[in-house]
T-cell receptor
Framework: GQQLNQSPQSMFIQEGEDVSMNCTSSSIFNTWLWYKQDPGEGPVLLIALYKAGELTSNGRLTAQFGITRKDSFLNISASIPSDVGIYFCAGLSNAGNNRKLIWGLGTSLAVNP | DGGITQSPKYLFRKEGQNVTLSCEQNLNHDAMYWYRQDPGQGLRLIYYSQIVNDFQKGDIAEGYSVSREKKESFPLTVTSAQKNPTAFYLC?????????FGPGTRLTVL
């Protein structure tokens, strides 16, 4: 199945640093979703984006829907130890009857206290 | 509390046995999904259902079966035909464009 290009694959940072990750696609999407998964748990939705150019914040998290509709970015400011986990992007296209989410492979974040 | 429940959290089975994973939601969502997650592979779609009594194959449906007799329930059966069933299985339901996940079931086949 189709997958998104998510980068970086992993990050190891110091507490207090800012983090940036992104997802790109060869296809246009109408919705971008960002999830966080803790070890052994299901992913939790962080931010949903519905409009090209949209910039949305959720606490220390900020995500943007790229104006080309082929990419999205997630930034975490002033990281803390509980930010550790895997971050996934997912995109949804309205093309045809295929309305499955397309997923990135995840960015694994480690934070050194 | 509204949410998605999956049971059990951990499941062990002998090779060659069928096993059914439970997924229940009380969010009144029409659509439900099953994903498989392996290390480094992200989430891969097994089956999905947009409405009761209807379901569609995802990207890796071989060796799995599902049913959707009730809106609240979407059980997944891992059959003996699945060559490598050991994995973390996630169930989700959808509200508009957003999917919400259960806590997952880790299946280990010995």
């Amino acid at each position: 199945g189709q997958q998104l290009n998510q980068s970086p694959q992993s990050m190891f940072i110091q507490e207090g640093e800012d983090v940036s990750m992104n997802c790109t696609s060869s296809s246009i999407f109408n919705t971008w979703l960002w999830y966080k998964q803790d070890p052994g748990e299901g992913p939790v939705l962080l931010i949903a984006l519905y409009k090209a150019g949209e910039l949305t914040s959720n606490g220390r998290l900020t995500a943007q829907f790229g104006i080309t509709r082929k990419d999205s970015f997630l930034n975490i400011s002033a990281s803390i130890p509980s930010d550790v986990g895997i971050y996934f992007c997912a995109g949804l296209s309205n093309a045809g009857n295929n309305r499955k989410l397309i997923w990135g492979l995840g960015t694994s974040l480690a934070v050194n206290p | 509390d509204g949410g998605i429940t999956q049971s059990p959290k951990y499941l062990f089975r002998k090779e060659g046995q069928n096993v059914t994973l439970s997924c229940e939601q009380n969010l009144n969502h029409d659509a439900m999904y099953w994903y498989r997650q392996d290390p480094g592979q992200g989430l891969r779609l097994i089956y999905y259902s947009q409405i009761v009594n209807d379901f569609q194959k995802g990207d890796i449906a071989e060796g799995y079966s599902v049913s959707r007799e009730k809106k609240e329930s979407f059980p997944l059966t891992v059959t003996s035909a699945q060559k490598n069933p050991t994995a973390f299985y996630l169930c989700a339901s959808k509200d508009h464009h957003e999917q919400f996940f259960g806590p997952g079931t880790r299946l280990t086949v010995l």
